[in-house]
Antibody, heavy 123, light 112 residues
């Protein structure tokens, strides 16, 4: 059974860079996309971006100038970097696996999630 | 961006009743392959979200058949039959037709 284990710094100062890593246990990288989602305190879910095994990434335009997602298949990990953080970036950050099968029958959806990492930005 | 609008935002139900959650998208989520790129998720208190329905009406293995999804184009519904206490939480719809993928605001299901 596939599991995602994520980690990273939980307390940042404004203007610093948020860096989180998600390790994939028990699965391969092909046929999936690897996503990051965040949830500000008491609010809903926001998609940050995702990457496929060919390292082609899509990002939320609201964050595009500050965000990058990378994949390290040798370590079975993928990572999120968000630069120049502000208090508005305070949130629980989740990594997730997205099914991405297009051949019939197609498969889709974020079927495996990490445990979440609380990131607080405060001076 | 595709806007996802859920209703109601709060849904009190009694055990054993049927709950219906609506999700509308600002543009069609029907792809050329005939599938609607919308999924439904449940987030229980203090937990990560979990996938309930994918591609509009498909249930992953392990999800009880009390959960069903329907709809096409821009209007979708999640139906929870015979609601149980363990179904309490916030339900989200999400479109994955085109980036940026977007979520609905969430519907909080609670027991009467």
């Amino acid at each position: 059974q596939v599991q995602l284990q994520q980690w990273g710094a939980g307390l940042l100062k404004p203007s610093e860079t948020l860096s989180l890593t998600c390790a994939v246990y028990g699965g391969s990288f092909s046929n999936y996309r690897w996503a990051w989602i965040r949830q500000p305190p008491g609010k809903g879910l926001e998609w940050i971006g995702e990457i496929n095994h060919s390292t082609s990434a899509d990002y939320n335009p609201s964050l595009k100038s500050r965000v990058s997602i990378s994949l390290d298949t040798s370590k079975n990990q993928f990572s999120l970097n968000l630069t120049s953080v502000t208090a508005a970036d305070t949130a629980v950050y989740y990594c997730a696996r997205r099914l991405a099968v297009t051949t019939p029958p197609p498969l889709d959806g974020l079927d495996v999630w990490g445990q979440g990492t609380t990131v607080t930005v405060s001076s | 961006d595709i806007v996802m609008t859920q209703s109601p935002l709060s849904l009190p139900v009694s055990p054993g009743e049927t709950a219906l959650i609506s999700c509308r998208s600002s543009q069609s989520l029907l792809y050329r392959n005939g599938y609607n790129y919308v999924g439904w998720y449940l987030q229980k208190a203090g937990q990560s979200p979990q996938l309930l329905i994918y591609l509009g009406s498909n249930r992953p293995s392990g999800v009880p058949d009390r959960f069903s999804g329907s709809g096409s184009g821009t209007a979708f519904t999640l139906k929870i039959s015979r609601v149980e206490a363990e179904d309490v939480g916030v339900y989200y719809c999400m479109q994955t037709l085109q980036p940026p993928n977007t979520f609905g605001q969430g519907t909080k299901l609670e027991m009467k």
